[in-house]
């Protein structure tokens, strides 16, 4: 285990856990170091200092919630942990954000994982060992590099005085992971604000699309985001068959049912959050893109399959409109449903009154 985050107790339960007990809350290293207990080696080494400058590191970790330094020159300090992680047969990194790096009063113009612990995390692949980062944080990051150079990533959140164990076990395969992202992570800074429930715009790009002139885009990346609203992996694999409706017009006082079947292709057993989403496509005032309006979470073994059934009734299709009345309007509307809020299928239909 190398990084700034990976042996202090203080940072586990995040920065508004104001009343919790930081010193019985065990570090990830304990945490792992127990669920492991003698069959495995485990050896730390900083590795970085959670920020280059001292006095930012100071305004980053107070109301106790302090990481020790290495003051020696960067350059040695990488140097001790890429001999550490030359001798193990799997790295884990844990790095990310200290807990006082956000919340009340703790932005950030640069979303991205501190400089020096990238330039740790550079140096530590290029040994050729199969590394994990453990991604500490209180915000979405812009780890787009990161994203297409490790070969995992956890992300951990700041999880609470038992999080160390729980890390642990989904580290050494006793859990499955099954979380899904309640909020969009974006490619690089400059995409923020960006969310899955935006307006349409008038000049919206065309679908598959990159760039087009006058069309709501950049030159220098796509639209999308780099993990969407929703998304989620685990240790197995998950297919998902066509939308099926029980009709395609909704009046007051009916139902219509919208399913789909999901298969565990995997060689696991593991949980899905199937997801399902409306779009209003002729309302009297602008509607999102995409609004999530359900979601069940299934265990399938390998091999297996289920059909998850959602039921759509005029409540599902409401909003406030200019008049603040709370009304389910005529017209035309698109159902998705999938493991994320943009790998979806889409079916239509009509609500009339």
Known sequence: MIGPLGDTRTNMPGTWAVNADLENTPSLLEGLKAVA???VNITYS????????????KNATMFGREIKRDNRPEQEVIADAVRNAEKADVVVAALGEGSEMSGESSSRTNIEIPAVQQRLLAALLKIGKPVVLVLFTGRPLAI?????????ILNVWFGGTQAAYAIADVLFGEVNPSGKLPITFPQNVG??????????TGRPLPDGGW?????SNYLDVSNDPLYPFGYGLSYTTFSYGAIKLSGTKLKPGQALTASITVINTGKVAGKETVQLYLRDLEASITRPVKELKGFQKISLEPGESKEVVFILTENDLKFYNADLKYIAEPGDFTVFIGPNSRDVQAHNFSFSR
């Open 37 to 39: 207990g003698d069959k």
């Open 144 to 152: 787009k590099w990161e994203s297409e150079n490790v070969s995992a």
């Open 211 to 215: 760039f087009t002139k006058f069309r």
């Open 191 to 200: 995409q923020v604000p960006i969310y899955y429930s935006h307006k349409n």
């Open 46 to 57: 900083l590795g970085a200092n959670l920020l280059a400058d001292e006095m930012e590191q």
